[in-house]
């Protein structure tokens, strides 16, 4: 992915500047917001942050079952087309993403700025029930497929259904919505103080999240002025995790569609580990593969780490899933 220019000066933090901020309608979106621009705003006092709700095929599309075909019906991804579509217009000026909803490859003319930190919990969270509280054949709610996977490869007797909308309708779908639990990201449900008291925050180590979990992604235009203003506020450390997740990501050709899940973090040793999964979607086969380096090469330990996993047969997973 691109990376941002140097910083160019307080000369773009005159009075009367006016910096126009992309991002979804919901109250998690507007959270996230709020949490990017509280260390930002006050670094910055001459410049003027608006925020500009920008509708998204996911958020249009609530019939469809699944993100995929929301995705291909929106000609990209089904929460980003639009707010980038938004950013190279000019009609915003930077756009706050979820970093796990973001494709590997943004549209050109835009970057990614360095992830701002420190990131949230990567972890996923079972939802109105333990995992050994499950009875046997119980339903479980999650629209991920990389999530239908890893609990079949745990529990292959749980009835796992499609289920999407915004975390709060997810949510009560426990309590009145007929399943018995939901997976939902603990990013989410911390940001929005929703998480609930019967729940099992699920180990990263057996179920590694999507790539990008609990990270911001902040895009702006190539060049801009945005860019220039917000080039060094975010934190290399969690940029260096998130860079490896998606540089593996990326490698395997994968997207919201694909089961695969990547966890990078910076060990005691002061190096990136990266562990990561493939999965089948029955959960009956599952490739684990892991790597370090140092932080300053994470895109080189994503595609190595990638590598193996090819080598050890997910390719036959992921072939099979892109030609069903």
């Known amino acids: 992915m691109g990376r941002q220019p140097a910083f160019q000066g307080e000369e773009l933090t005159r009075m009367g500047d006016v910096v126009r901020i992309g991002s979804r309608a919901s109250r998690l979106a507007r959270t996230q917001v709020a949490e990017w621009l509280a260390p930002i705003a006050g670094r910055f006092p001459g410049v003027t942050f608006k925020r500009e709700v920008i509708l998204e095929g996911g958020d249009q599309d609530r019939v469809t079952p699944t993100l995929a075909e929301v995705a291909r019906t929106a000609g990209g991804s089904a929460f980003s087309t639009n707010q980038e579509a938004a950013l190279v217009t000019g009609r915003v000026d930077v756009v706050v993403h979820s970093l796990k909803d973001l494709p590997t490859s943004v549209h050109e003319g835009t970057l990614l700025l360095t992830t701002p930190g420190p990131r949230e919990d990567v972890r996923d969270v079972l939802c109105g029930s333990t995992l050994a509280g499950l009875r046997k054949g119980a339903t479980v709610g999650t629209g991920a497929p990389r999530r239908v996977a890893q609990l079949l490869a745990l529990r292959p007797d749980l009835d796992v259904v499609p289920i999407r909308g915004n975390v709060p309708g997810r949510l009560a779908r426990t309590t009145r919505g007929g399943l018995d639990a939901v997976v939902l990201a603990a990013a989410g449900l911390n940001r929005l103080g929703l998480l609930p008291e019967v729940h099992e925050v699920l180990d990263p180590a057996v179920f590694p999240p999507s790539p990008g979990q609990g990270a911001l992604g902040i895009q702006v235009r190539t060049g801009s002025p945005a860019a220039?203003?917000?080039?060094?506020?975010?934190?290399?450390?969690?940029?260096?995790?998130?860079?490896?997740?998606?540089?593996?990501?990326?490698?395997?050709?994968?997207?919201?569609?694909?089961?695969?899940?990547?966890?990078?973090?910076?060990?005691?040793?002061?190096?990136?580990?990266?562990?990561?999964?493939?999965?089948?979607?029955?959960?009956?086969?599952?490739?684990t593969a892991t790597g370090q380096a140092p932080p300053d090469s994470p895109e080189k330990l994503g595609t190595y780490v990638a590598a193996d996993l090819l080598a050890q047969g997910a390719s036959d997973i992921l072939t099979t899933i892109r030609n069903p």
Not at 245 to 272: N, Q, Y
């Open 228 to 287: 220039a203003l917000l080039a060094p506020t975010g934190d290399p450390e969690t940029d260096a995790c998130v860079r490896a997740e998606r540089a593996l990501l990326a490698e395997l050709h994968g997207g919201c569609s694909v089961p695969v899940g990547a966890w990078g973090r910076i060990g005691p040793d002061g190096l990136l580990h990266l562990s990561a999964t493939v999965t089948s979607l029955n959960g009956t086969h599952q490739f």
